[in-house]
């Protein structure tokens, strides 16, 4: 499985729950070998370093091509 994806690029989501669970039903969820998830759910509760940790990580990481962030982020 792993040979399949290598040097794939995957899209990653910041969003609500609602745009979330849309992207992953429209198939944009992955987690690679090292349990990173591609998805991040935010809602009221959520830190906001949480968010800015979560967008450095995918903005630095090598199978991330695009970063969605829902607006209400």
Do not use: C
């Not at 968010?51 to 990580?57: A, N, S, V, W």
């Amino acid at each position: 499985m792993a040979q399949l994806q290598k040097g794939r690029n995957f899209i990653a989501v910041i969003g609500d729950e609602d745009s979330v669970t849309g992207l992953l039903l429209a198939g944009t969820g992955h987690i690679n070998e090292d349990q990173q998830k591609n998805y991040f759910v935010v809602d009221a509760r959520t830190e906001t370093s949480a968010i800015e940790k979560t967008f450095d990580e995918y903005t630095s990481r090598k199978d991330i091509a695009i970063v969605l962030i829902n607006q209400h982020v």
